[in-house]
């Protein structure tokens, strides 16, 4: 059964290459949240855009492709 579930959310599902940008840009992100000299407006758009970044990069469903298949 599993099998089945699994190739049904394929087409969903990122691939390595964009997990890997994912990562770099959520922790990109991350780090300027917390290290550049910013108003506390923008590290909490940072740490926002980081977080959803880095959590999509983890489960490794792909956003984009959810809402052109939608």
Same mark, same amino acid.
């Given at each position: 059964m599993t099998d089945v579930l699994n190739e049904m959310t394929k087409p969903l599902?990122?691939?390595e290459t964009e997990? @890997?940008?994912r990562y770099g840009l959520g922790s990109a992100a991350a780090a300027a949240?917390?290290?550049a000299p910013l108003s506390y @407006?923008? @590290?909490g758009v940072l740490a926002a855009m980081a977080a959803e970044v880095l959590l999509t990069a983890i489960y490794g469903d792909s956003p984009v @492709?959810? /809402? /052109?298949?939608?």
């Open positions: 599902r990122m691939s997990q @890997k940008v949240a917390i290290f @407006k923008w @590290k @492709k959810h /809402m /052109m298949n939608a």
